[in-house]
């Protein structure tokens, strides 16, 4: 057995490594190489892929996969799992896992941090080089009492609202089914309409790329929307927020792969390299339990298993 690893071979310690190394030969990819000559494309032994998508740029499609011999599983390094395909590996009987619920509190935790930025005017203080300007342009808000619109209530978005529960925040959430009695259940458009603050934390699929519609972002007047889930490219209309927010009609707050980042923007913008989920304890517990998947996989006994 053959184990490719594409990640960097420090994140790991010393005893994951001789975990896995019970159980295969070891090769790590720590660099990004070229597809079509990836060193296992020549192997023919059985093989476990543990992948992370910037060596892949976010796509491991049927024609990839097709090229590669003896394939027994491939390990995702993320939660999100649009990035393989899923049914290409179903068809063949290549187990594909990922890393479910390691990074909840760090994607959380910046979630409010951008939530905090917006209400502060963060981003037009860079911009103006901080200096001090007391026009209104430049009046910040309080967030006590201001109320947070969350668009899935998962283990993310339960986090989101248990902390902004904590900063005296009204709680309003749609999900498609009820979530907690503590919080308030209303339909997207309300959220669009009402919140102050929306924070949209649900899973990324076909489905739910349908929810945040044009007709629902021109409802926005006055309020702020907060990515920190995927691409914004490829969740709704990313230019059509921006220009609301260059016209000071709204603020926006997302993670993008640009590296002009905030500063290209005119208005209220915070925009930054994809961070919110990575923190040391967050990757510590991607880690662990890459190899922990790697290992019940070996063992006939798989765990966090997608398809």
């Known amino acids: 057995m053959k184990i490719y690893i594409t990640y960097t071979k420090n994140s790991f310690t010393n005893k994951q490594i001789e975990d896995l190394s019970q159980i295969g030969e070891l090769i790590f ?19 476990i892929l543990l992948v992370d998508p910037d060596w892949y740029n976010w796509d491991i499609n049927a024609n990839h996969l097709s090229k590669i011999k003896n394939l027994k599983a491939v390990c995702l390094s993320t939660t999100a799992f649009d990035w393989i395909d899923l049914e290409y590996c179903r068809k063949h009987n290549i187990l ?25 005017k963060f981003p037009l203080q860079m911009k103006a080089d901080y200096k001090m300007d007391y026009s209104i342009p430049m009046l910040t808000n309080e967030i006590r009492n201001k109320t947070v619109g969350i ?42 309409e009402t919140a102050d603050f929306i924070i949209p934390t649900f899973a990324t699929n076909e489905e739910t790329r349908k929810l945040i519609t044009d007709e629902r972002i021109n409802k926005m007047k006055g309020n702020a929307l907060i990515n920190v889930i995927n691409n914004p490219e490829e969740l709704y209309n990313h230019q059509l927020l ?66």
């Open 151 to 192: 668009i899935g209530l998962g283990t993310i978005g339960t986090k989101v609202a248990e902390m902004c529960k904590g900063l005296g925040m009204n709680i309003m959430y749609w999900n498609r089914t009820d979530k907690n009695n503590d919080y308030k259940k209303v339909d997207i458009d309300t959220i669009f």
């Open 96 to 120: 594909v896992s990922n890393i479910p619920k390691y990074s909840t509190d760090s994607v959380a935790e910046y979630a409010v941090f951008l939530m905090m930025c917006l209400a502060k």
């Open 242 to 307: 921006i220009k609301l927010a260059e016209e000071e009609k709204i603020s926006y707050a997302f993670e993008i792969h640009d590296d002009k980042k905030m500063y290209k923007y005119k208005g209220n913008i915070m925009a930054t390299a994809p961070y919110a989920f990575y923190t040391k304890e967050a990757i510590d517990r991607l880690v662990e339990i890459w190899c922990k998947n790697v290992i019940s996989i070996a063992n006939n006994k798989p765990q966090n298993i997608l398809n």
């Open 29 to 47: 990819l720590e660099d990004t190489f070229d597809l079509d000559k990836a060193e296992y494309l020549n192997d023919e032994s059985e093989k």
